[in-house]
């Protein structure tokens, strides 16, 4: 007879009552345990109770851990075929949703992650079917037979398996670690945004490298051949990624420095905006129309960067008027002056001042200048204000506006 004829059979069993009875009293204790835990606000949407407890990492490993009680405790006077069908799929269940948890929450936006879930997903579904048919045994001693020679090492396909199988296991608890330990302690250990993303960038890659040896040293992997890897590495790096070890170094440099900070207004290489976000490699700055610019950190870094940011962010501006050579010039400072107290966004200290800058045959040049302190929400708009509330003024006491020497020659 077959396992799945046996199964069939045990299934048939009127004794199955007994297990399913107590296998919702262990889903009914996994939810009320993780419902009771994750009532709080702050777990909400975290790796262990997700967004509605049930589609969290916790649930299904509390019910497998009593799943399996259940089993041990029942083994001893009858058999159990419904749990041997829950076991794999709880199993499975534990496997999809660490991994979809930490992946979702390490890279919330990614859609590489949304590939890795679907393909693991299949895969765990695949061997809780075979464990279920009692096919799994079989297909792992066909796969362990199966083997190849690389140099002077045979190396079977299971063997292969189990060291991916127990890198990403191992490389997934490395990135929980680093998330939990980001989310625990660095937010609030760490105030500045900019030193909080270098810490736990660095935290997160010193875990994958300590967590990708551990698990290399676990299936008996040599690690004295990376030692070679790490050496040719080290030359690529040394001529032929110059440029690119230059914009990582400069981008730690950025973060650890603060010379710039997440917030700040810059203007770099003819571009003015705001810095969006610093990555390890370029820095993101958008502007007020709302297109945004990749800046390599190196260009940061060698290059004159004007941080309107840092310490006084008061900015001066300035206004060019032409009005007729008959105008009086006290009104027309006058005028101007109080169009600028009028005018949305001009500081009233310093008082705005009024210079007469030239005199041509053509007629008089103003120069208006006046204080802002709020420049990065652009200052094009600040001095339209003040043009507007100038010419109205000007139109309101009759003084002629005339064109400036360089139209007339234009036109000319």
């Known amino acids: 007879m077959s396992d799945l004829q046996e199964l069939w059979l045990d299934l048939q069993s009127p004794a199955i ?11 009914g204790v996994a939810w009320l345990i993780s419902w009771g835990l994750g009532r709080g606000a702050s777990a909400r949407g975290s790796i262990l109770f997700g967004r509605r407890v049930v589609d969290g990492l916790l649930f299904p490993t509390l019910s497998l851990v009593f799943t399996f009680g259940l089993k041990l405790g029942l083994l001893k006077v009858q058999h159990v075929p419904v749990l041997k069908v829950v076991l794999p799929i709880l199993v499975s269940l534990v496997i999809i949703r660490l991994i979809a948890r930490v992946l979702t929450a390490v890279f919330p936006a990614s859609q590489g992650a949304r590939a890795i879930e679907r393909v693991v997903s299949w895969l765990a579904w695949g061997l809780a079917v075979l464990w279920i048919t009692g096919l799994l045994a079989p297909a792992i001693e066909e796969l362990d037979s199966l083997t190849f020679t690389l140099g002077k090492t045979r190396i079977s396909v299971m063997h292969v398996i189990d060291v991916v199988m127990t890198s990403s296991f191992v490389l997934v608890l490395s990135l929980w670690l680093s998330a939990a330990i980001e989310n625990r302690l660095l937010n609030r250990a760490v105030s500045d945004l900019s030193m909080r993303r270098v810490a736990s960038n660095a935290l997160r890659a010193i875990l994958l490298v300590i967590g990708a040896l551990f698990a290399l040293s676990s299936l008996g992997v040599d690690l004295t051949a990376l030692s070679v890897l790490g050496g040719a590495l080290g030359v690529g790096i040394g001529f032929g990624l110059q440029k690119l070890a230059a914009n990582y170094v400069s981008g730690f ?9 997440i917030g700040d207004y810059v203007r770099v290489d003819g571009f003015e905006g705001r810095v969006t976000d610093i990555k390890t490699r370029y820095t993101l700055v958008r502007a007020n129309n709302g297109s945004e610019s990749v800046v390599p950190n190196e260009l940061l870094i060698t290059q004159r960067v004007e941080n309107l940011s840092l310490e006084s962010s008061n900015m001066l501006q300035t206004c060019t ?36 800058a030239e005199v041509a045959p053509q007629g008089l040049r103003f120069t208006l200048n006046f204080w802002m302190d709020d420049p990065a929400n652009g200052q094009s708009s600040a001095r339209s204000g003040v043009n507007i509330a100038a010419l109205a003024a000007l139109r309101g006491a009759g003084v002629l506006l005339v064109k400036s020497p360089q139209e007339v020659v234009l036109r000319s």
């Open 17 to 27: 009552v007994l297990e399913l009875l107590g296998l919702l009293a262990c889903l």
């Open 253 to 261: 440099v950025i973060l650890l420095e603060r010379s710039l900070r």
């Open 321 to 356: 008027f032409w009005v007729g050579l008959e105008s009086d010039v006290a009104q027309v400072q006058a005028l101007l002056v109080g169009a600028a107290l009028s005018a949305p966004r001009v500081m009233p200290e310093p008082v705005p001042v009024t210079l007469l």
